[in-house]
């Protein structure tokens, strides 16, 4: 099965950043996409960044400017380089895979990012 590991979250001031890994192991053979989503208290989880199985990458408007995903293939692994961290930011953070084969949705555990003013 197709097993998602974030790891990179803990606390940091505003202003600063953070950079999360989601590494993919098992026994998949390719993805369509890969996703950052990020949950907060009282809201529902939300599409934070993507990078699609060409390169394509879309940010969620609230971190446009501030956040990029990037991929590397060698690893299996995506990255979510998080800079000028606002405390609006603070949530858990998930790592997210559509899986082409095996085919299925796939996610991590959650990595806890929380940024104190």
């Known amino acids: 099965q197709v097993q998602l590991v974030e790891s990179g979250g803990g606390l940091v001031q505003a202003g600063g950043s953070l950079r999360l890994s989601c590494a993919a192991s098992?026994?998949?053979?390719?993805?369509?996409?890969m996703d950052w989503y990020r949950q907060a208290p009282g809201k529902g989880r939300e599409l934070v960044a993507r990078i699609t199985s060409s390169g394509a990458t879309n940010y969620a408007d609230s971190v446009k400017g501030r956040f990029t995903i990037s991929r590397d293939n060698g690893k299996n692994t995506i990255y979510l380089q998080m800079n000028s961290l606002d405390p609006e930011d603070s949530a858990v953070y998930y790592c997210?895979?559509?899986?082409?084969?095996?085919?299925?949705?796939?996610w991590g555990q959650g990595t806890q990012v929380t940024v104190s003013s």
């Open positions: 098992g026994s998949w053979l390719s993805m369509s996409a």
């Open positions: 997210h895979a559509v899986g082409v084969w095996p085919p299925g949705n796939y």
